[in-house]
C-alpha cells in the first residue's frame, strides 16, 4: 500500500472516525448562505470593508461590490485588533447597518464572533457566523457555533496544522452544525515580505481530505493590495471554491486594514479576471442571485 509521505491523517491518528472526513461522506458538502450555495461547481465571491465603520462606508462598498457581481458581504462589527487602543468594532450598531444594507442589496451577510456570549446576537443579525483565525482553537466557541443553527466560516489557524484545522472544524460538526466553510488565509512563517504565507497548497490537500468547502482570503494571506489579485486568480486556479476579500471605497482612510483593501475600481476589474480563470478550470463563478432576502 502506498503510504502517504505527509502523514495527513485527518484525526490526529485517533481511531474515531470524523465527520469531516471525505471517508465519512465522499459527496461535497453544499453550503447554504440563505440561498447562496458554497461548495458546487460554482465559485462563491466575498468581498466587503475588513470592519464595518459607517453607514456611508458600509452603504456604499456593498453597493458597489454587488454591481461588480459578489456575492456575499462581509464586514466585522466586533474586531480582534492586536492592540487594545486600535479601533475594535461598532458592535451591535455595526450588525444592524449590516443588516439593513442586507435587505437593501439582498446579499447575505457575514460577520465574525470572539465570544461565545456574541454567537446568539450575532446569529440575529447576520446569515453565516465567521470564527477567526485568532480563535480557530477556542473550543467553548466551536462548541457553541455547533448549536447555532448558522452556516459557520471558519479560518485556519495562522500557526494551525491542517490537522489541527479539521479537528476544529470536527468540533463545529459534531455539535450538530454541518454547515461548515474552510478558508485558508495564511499561515505565520519567516517571511516577512507578507504578512502572512499564502498557503495554496492548501486547498488541494483539504479537497482531498474533507468534503467540505474550501475557500480562500487573499487579502490576509498576503496583506498587501497589489498582490491580493494574483493571489485570488492562483487560489481560483488550485481549485477553491471561493474567495473571500476585503475591498474598501477609500482604503487610505480605512480604519482596518486598509493597506491590504482594494478599492472598488480594482475589485471591478479583478471579478472579470476571475471569470476567465475560473472558465479556464472548468468552472464559472456564480451569477449574482436576482431575488431579495
Ligand atoms: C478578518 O477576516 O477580518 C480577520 C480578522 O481575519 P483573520 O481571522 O483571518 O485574521
Ligand atoms: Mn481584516
Not at 93 to 109: A, D, F, H, Q, S
Not at 174 to 189: A, D, K, M
Request: proline content about 5%.
Amino acid at each position: 500500500m502506498e503510504t502517504n509521505p505527509c502523514n495527513k491523517s485527518v484525526n490526529g491518528g485517533s481511531t474515531i472516525p470524523s465527520r469531516v472526513s471525505r471517508k465519512t461522506k465522499p459527496t461535497d458538502t453544499i453550503v447554504n448562505i440563505n440561498g447562496v450555495k458554497v461548495g458546487g461547481s460554482e465559485i462563491v465571491v466575498i468581498a466587503g470593508p475588513c470592519a464595518v465603520e459607517s453607514r456611508e462606508q458600509l452603504f456604499e462598498t456593498a453597493r458597489s461590490v454587488r454591481k461588480s457581481g459578489a456575492h456575499i458581504l462581509r464586514g466585522g462589527a466586533f474586531k480582534p485588533r492586536s492592540s487594545p487602543y486600535s479601533f475594535q468594532g461598532m458592535g451591535e450598531e455595526g450588525l444592524k447597518l449590516l443588516y439593513e444594507i442586507r435587505k437593501e442589496t439582498g446579499m447575505p451577510v457575514v460577520t465574525e464572533v470572539m465570544d461565545t456570549r456574541q454567537v446568539e446576537m450575532v446569529a440575529q443579525y447576520a446569515d453565516m457566523i465567521q470564527i477567526g483565525s485568532r480563535n480557530m482553537q477556542n473550543y467553548p466557541l466551536l462548541k457553541e457555533a455547533g448549536i447555532c443553527r448558522k452556516p459557520v466560516l471558519l479560518k485556519r489557524g495562522m500557526m494551525a496544522t491542517i490537522d489541527e484545522y479539521l479537528m476544529a472544524a470536527e468540533y463545529v460538526l459534531s455539535h450538530g452544525n454541518e454547515q461548515v466553510i474552510l478558508c485558508e488565509r495564511g499561515i505565520r512563517t519567516f517571511e516577512t515580505s507578507t504578512r502572512n504565507t499564502l498557503d495554496l497548497s492548501a486547498v488541494p490537500v483539504l479537497k482531498r481530505l474533507t468534503h467540505l468547502p474550501v475557500i480562500v482570503d487573499p487579502s490576509h494571506g498576503t496583506g498587501v493590495r497589489w498582490m491580493v489579485p494574483p493571489m485570488a486568480k492562483a487560489a481560483v486556479a488550485v481549485g477553491a471554491d471561493g474567495l473571500i476579500m476585503e475591498v474598501h471605497y477609500n482604503p487610505e482612510s480605512a480604519l482596518c486594514d486598509g493597506y491590504q483593501s482594494l478599492s472598488l475600481e480594482e475589485f471591478d476589474s479583478l471579478m472579470c479576471d476571475l471569470r476567465k480563470i475560473a472558465q479556464a478550470v472548468g468552472r464559472e463563478i456564480l451569477a449574482p442571485k436576482t431575488t431579495a432576502i
